[in-house]
């Protein structure tokens, strides 16, 4: 049996670590007067449903910060299996209007881009902000959702993106 590591945990190490888990794969776009911007994320994370509240955790040196630090919405659109392109091109160093040339867009009420297709889309207004470390955590509110997407789900782990079958729904679950 792996002997457990002891601490100090090292960054690489801990990035290794992270790399096992396997994340759903969403988009955070946002558009208003810091212009519009997104980026490829799996650190977002709901946090209540009174009221609907998620997080998401953007590194303060990504291109995106700056409008996000700007702007008070954004718009998490979580990827299916179909979207792996999309999910390159918004996943760092291509230009903005090149990222969202790849797909097509449309909104919800707040303004920032809703991803068409999206499997699930939660558009929010960004209620809160905490700089952690190398990240900024922004605490938003979900003000609106899109639930149009068919199709599996994307999923990135051991650094590569994935796109397994769901499994049908149980019985009971069955609509
Ligand atoms: C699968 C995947 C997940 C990512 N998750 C995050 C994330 O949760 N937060 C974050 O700040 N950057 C995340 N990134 C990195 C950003 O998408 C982006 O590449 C980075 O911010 C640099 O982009 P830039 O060239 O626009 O500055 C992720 C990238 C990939 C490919």
Redesign the pocket.
């Known amino acids: 049996m792996t002997e457990p590591t002891t601490i100090p945990v090292e960054a690489a190490d801990y990035r290794t670590a992270m790399a096992r888990i396997a994340s759903a794969?969403h988009l955070v776009t946002t558009a208003g007067p810091g212009g519009r911007a997104g980026?490829?994320?799996?650190?977002?994370c709901s946090v209540s449903d009174e009221p609907p509240t998620l997080l998401v955790?953007?590194?303060r040196?990504?291109?995106?910060h700056a409008a996000l630090s700007v702007n008070d919405t954004l718009c998490v659109n979580t990827l299916g299996a179909h979207q792996m392109d999309v999910?390159g091109a918004?996943?760092?160093?291509t230009p903005m209007d090149e990222r969202f040339a790849t797909a097509s867009w449309g909104r919800l009420v707040t303004g920032s881009p809703v991803l068409n297709n999206a499997r699930v889309a939660f558009d929010c207004r960004i209620v809160g902000r905490h700089a952690v470390a190398t990240?900024d955590v922004l605490v938003c509110e979900v003000v609106a959702l899109a639930c149009a997407g068919t199709g599996d789900g994307l999923l990135?782990a051991d650094r590569r993106y994935h796109a397994p079958p769901l499994q049908a729904p149980a019985r009971d679950d069955a609509a």
């Open positions: 794969v980026f490829t994320a799996t650190a977002v955790c953007i590194n040196t990504a291109s995106a999910a918004f996943g760092g160093r990240h990135y």
